[in-house]
């Protein structure tokens, strides 16, 4: 793997985590005080750190669609909301269902390169938190959402979208 792929990881990966902490904030600003979602929150907030400080330490430049992803990530977490709880955490299982098969592909990737094992761990570490997340959001009845299916195919949709461009660009 080359340098060029390395940054494309970090940067797709920053974007990531920059949208789930802009998500998770639009939801706290229907849900105020929820404890679950508070977690979840200062997690991504811990993910997006990490991933920041590697930016700069590796001198990736973040994506362009930064500002877009500010927007587009609090609207789809504060709509959802706004649609009710199980909405919201539908869309979060919806999005951690495509962060998970995007950081195991990762995974997959970067073991094979020893010396990327710094990457590798930061990924496995946030990867593990996706996870529960997702298995948060399940407990919490997001499949029992109405729409699920179409709003979980929408927002996984979404989501695949927005780890193409922040890739590209
Ligand atoms: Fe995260
Ligand atoms: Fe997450």
């Keep these: 793997m080359d340098e060029k792929d390395i940054h494309k990881m970090i940067r797709v990966n920053q974007a990531g985590e920059y949208g789930a902490t802009r998500i998770y904030k639009g939801q706290l600003a229907v849900f105020k005080n929820d404890p679950i979602i508070q977690e979840m929150a200062e997690q991504e907030a811990i993910h997006l750190k990490r991933f920041n400080q ?33 909405v919201a955490h539908a869309c979060t299982i919806a999005v951690e269902t495509v962060i998970d098969r995007h950081y195991q592909e990762q995974l997959d990737q ?18 593990l938190e996706e996870l529960e997340h997702r298995e948060a959001a399940i407990q919490e009845g997001g499949e029992k959402a109405p729409g699920y299916s179409a709003l979980s195919e929408a927002v996984q949709t979404i989501s695949k979208l927005a780890i193409w461009l922040s890739k590209k660009i």
């Design 110 to 127: 970067l073991k094979s390169y020893l010396e990327q094992e710094d990457l590798r761990q930061l990924v496995a570490e946030c990867h």
């Design 54 to 86: 590697l930016l700069i330490e590796k001198k990736v430049r973040p994506t362009v669609l930064q500002p877009i992803w500010h927007v587009a990530g609090y609207l789809l977490g504060m709509t959802t909301a706004l649609a009710g709880k199980k």
